[in-house]
């Protein structure tokens, strides 16, 4: 291939573009023998998609515009009939040309009108949670909770090595916002080791050391909570006290979670090697267990995990017959729920967990995105549905003292932060390396005193917020 | 690297007319969601091959490309041109469609298939074909290889995106992007001239 002609400009721009950003103090210059690196790139991009391939995808799109103009319709019919926008800054678009240009969906039109009129009623008397049973209308005094650890750290830091905290701009949503939240940026964690990309789930262990979950090598990088960092644990592999947190590209690479139980043991995901390990206050190993899916027979993944207060372990795992399993400290099964499928008591994807110190269960559906809440006996309770105005990549979230949910957005780079009823109230962070912006925000994690410590895989830091409302 | 009609010439002009009549596209697909057509048009075969690319296996890719554009019509209305292109927003889309289906997919992995296979109405002899499918199995074998962040980087290079479009798409900062390269280039380079398909002497 190397006596191929390729045109010198384009193999310029494009070697260029491939190697010429290039950091300072590199040489590189354009190797004649590139030209086939390049030249294959360019035939990888280049070569068409079948026409079977464009009109199934077309058709499957086509088919969501007749869906999505549905639903533009009933998002009319309930502006209409007074209820509160869902969303912040949403466009909406009085009318419906789309149907008035055809009588059978009309029709649909109308039938929808009449359903989302009911709908309508039962959201607003539900206070937005879409409730279609009565397993699905929650009860609101379970959600004025505190998920943190039950010990307070933030009297044990020191003070804060960058001094006096930084003010970080807060956007809310709405001018006349009850809440003004005061959020001011206190550290990012210093010593994070080189080779470390990001850094993924955390933890605060009962002696208020942060553990936080360095996929790249399969091991935790535990910090004390000025930011600085103690010690490195754990390592690639497969036996115990070995982890892999790296399962990309059969995963993707930042998943891996730990969770500590008030006697200082603790429990990993540990997602590549497809168990839950248990480690004694002293880290010794103590068991392992799989996580089963009884549909397919086959071993699941653990994604996250938690520890309730009542000392039960729930895992969210990739098992579509039930996302959620929880375990007794030791390990036993003791019941599995949240399935994914059709129906207003399924879930649509899997996601990240919390207990309420009621000990319900909450997990962020990431298919149809939401926050579902369920009993300790795996009964739906509520459903909430997040703010359209939120992307989808949303992760590892938290709930404050008053039954706030934190929650990272990685794809606008900002913490969201949604009342009980799943209203936005503000948000904070863009993308960036300055304190208080973000490379893709992964894991929230509260310690009890205000302080909101944020992961970020796009870049290694670790931040620590101090958020008082 | 215009994935589309192959060759792009008058960069700058192009691009900015490009992303002048997008803006205005996205305005109207905001306000309608038929009003989409013209962006999934100009966004169809990249993302198409970029699942390809991705997930190595045609029908999976079909779904994801799907998925991706219909995440895409639901965000529309969220989207504000703030900080990025369309085509920025529209691949981090994908990147994330492709990691969740990487993972739902991890108990299951898939056999690579044929990615490459020649499309109809083209003139090309069997020899040449082979020989570029060959070249192609090969360079994908080799990609595989590659550190995760290092493919990803690679990947949307290959989509036609520059560097700030890629630290966008995947969260991490230009200079990240642009030492990642920087390791995957002279890493891939290494192992094409192991396997043989560059021969990489007098190189830098």
Known sequence: MNGERIDERELDRLWNDLAGDKPPGAAYRLPREAADTVRLFQSLASTPPSEAARERVGRE???AIDHMEQEHAMSTTMTWAGAPPTAIGRVRTRGNP?????????????????????????AVAGSWRLGWDDRWLGNESNHAVLTAPAKSCGSNATATPAGTPVPVAVATASPAAAIKPNVSFAWAASGVPVGVSGVGNLAIDPQCRLWAVDADKSRFLIFNLDGKLLETWGSAGKGPGQFNFNTYPSGNGYFGAIAFAPDGGFYVADDGNLRVQQFDGDRKFVRQWTISDSATKQTGNPLWITVGPDGNVAVS?????????????????????????????RLTGNGPIAFDPAGNIWLLDAGVPGLVEFSPAGTPMARIALPSSMSTSVYGFAIDAAGRFLIPDSTKNQIDVLDSSGTLLYAWGAFGVDPGKFATPHAVFLDGDGSVYVSEIGQPRIQKFDVRS | MRLASGRRTQLGDEAAGEASDERLMVLRAQQTPRAVEPLYLRYRDPVINYCFHRLGDREEAEDAASAIFIHALRGLPGFHDRDGSFRTWLFRIAHNEVIDRHRQRA????????LFSEQPGTSRSPEEIAADADAHERLRALLAGLP?????????????????????????????????????????????????????????
């Not at chain 1, 008035?100 to 009623?121: C, F």
């Not at chain 2, 493919?151 to 995106?161: N, P």
């Not at chain 2, 030492?179 to 043989?196: I, K, N």
């Open chain 2, 107 to 114: 108990r299951h992995p898939a056999s690579p298939i044929d």
């Open chain 1, 98 to 122: 789309w149907t008035r240009a055809r009588p059978e969906a009309g029709r649909r039109w109308t039938l929808a009108s009449l359903a989302m009129a009911a709908l309508v009623l039962i």
């Open chain 1, 317 to 345: 795992t990739q098992v579509n017959a039930g996302i959620v399993q929880l375990f007794s400290p030791d390990g036993v099964l003791i019941r599995t729920f949240g399935a994914i499928g059709a129906g207003s008591d």
């Open chain 2, 148 to 204: 995760p962040r290092e493919r990803d980087v690679l990947e949307l290079r290959a989509a036609d995106l520059d560097t700030s479009q890629i630290a966008a798409v995947l969260g991490v900062t230009a200079q990240n992007v642009r030492s990642t390269q920087c390791r995957a280039l002279a890493r891939l380079r290494a192992l094409m001239g192991d396997a043989g398909i560059l021969d990489v002497e007098g190189g830098r």
């Open chain 1, 61 to 63: 799109v086509m088919a």
